[in-house]
């Protein structure tokens, strides 16, 4: 089996001790260097006599010991180096990804940038319906992608904590990013059972790159909430977006300063869809509305509203 590039640097350190003296990493490749200027003669007959390529020293195997150590535990582990950018290295992402239980393909993305859709960057979205996405409220897992790919970086953190049956958390899960999903009654296991007031023992406080709030509509929570009784009807809709402002308001704590809020709706339909209210109860608590997209099924029997904003709060 061909060994990997780390232990072909391995091998080369055992050398490279032997001709210099030196013991430890940092002292040899510096002895190497320093005879590869001062006798480069002697330096390239020693490195021909190994049988390596006088460049694959010079230009790769001589660096190692400045890689940061997300990338040389990237190498540890068996990663090719050919496969590594470095100059285009989030250091910060790279070690998210080195945490996940399947590393590989995290880091595999991680390098791969953003593959969003090109239809990702239209205003109007496009999407097959079926009764169940219709039933549980759900997003259609290719506009799930978009949302994801157009809000938050490769590496980034999502976090959603109305996350209903996860489609939101899959979706950033297989695009290369962190994800956490937690709902009072989850449909998936890639969502925890948890309060939405009890986040802040989930998630820790200003980690999230991106939070989504994705309540339910109008019609769902009128149907479950019993503290319309008192409440005249006129005033439900007004209820139902102070409702949701309660949610932008136990939740922001977890927002980094800088990151994205997306707020997710579906206005009722009585004649009139007035969308200024959403926008309106992000832009009063801090939040610079900087995008929007409408998501439409293609029968015409469903839509979605997602508002975006990015928090403007020291």
């Known amino acids: 089996m061909a060994r990997t590039f780390w232990q072909g640097y391995q091998a080369f350190l055992t050398q490279a001790r032997l001709w210099t003296g ?6 040899v490749v510096e002895a190497v260097r320093a005879r590869a200027r001062h006798d480069p003669d002697a330096f390239h007959a020693w490195v021909q006599s190994q ?13 190692v010991v400045d890689h940061p150590e997300e990338v040389r535990e990237l190498l ?16 910060t992402a790279l070690a998210a990804a080195l945490t996940e239980a ?28 079926s009764p169940e996405l ?6 259609a897992p290719s506009v799930a992608e978009a949302l994801i790919e157009l809000v938050c970086p490769p590496g980034g953190f999502v976090v959603d904590p109305l996350a209903g049956s996860g489609e939101l958390v899959r979706a950033a899960r297989a695009t290369g990013r962190r994800a956490w999903g937690g709902d009072l009654r989850p449909s998936s296991a890639d969502v925890v059972q948890a309060d939405v007031t009890d986040l802040l023992q989930h998630v820790p406080e200003r980690s999230a790159d991106v939070l989504i ?19 005249p009807h006129s005033e439900h809709y007004a209820a139902y977006l102070d409702g949701i402002v309660g949610f932008l308001l136990t939740t922001r704590a977890v927002l980094k300063p800088g990151g994205v809020v997306v707020l997710i709706a579906r206005p009722p339909r009585d004649g009139h ?9 992000l832009g009063e608590h801090g939040l610079t509305p ?22 403007t709060k020291e």
């Open 51 to 63: 049988g390596w390529g006088r460049a694959y020293v010079e230009r790769h195997l001589l660096y």
């Open 273 to 281: 869809v007035f969308l200024a209210p959403f926008e309106l109860a």
């Open 213 to 231: 709030l994705h309540p339910p509509t109008f019609g769902a929570w009128a149907k479950t909430t019993a503290d319309l009784a008192d409440v």
């Open 76 to 91: 540890r582990r068996g990663y090719p180096a050919r496969r590594i950018p470095l100059r285009l290295l989030d250091r």
């Open 134 to 139: 219709r039933r549980r409220e759900g997003l």
């Open 102 to 129: 399947d590393w590989r393909t995290a880091v595999d993305r991680l390098f791969q940038g953003s593959r969003q859709p090109h239809w990702a960057g239209q205003r109007v979205w496009l999407f097959d319906s």
């Open 22 to 27: 030196e013991s430890g990493e940092r002292p």
């Open 290 to 311: 900087s995008a929007y997209r409408l998501a439409v099924s293609r029968d015409g029997t469903e839509d979605w509203h997602f508002f975006i904003a990015q928090d």
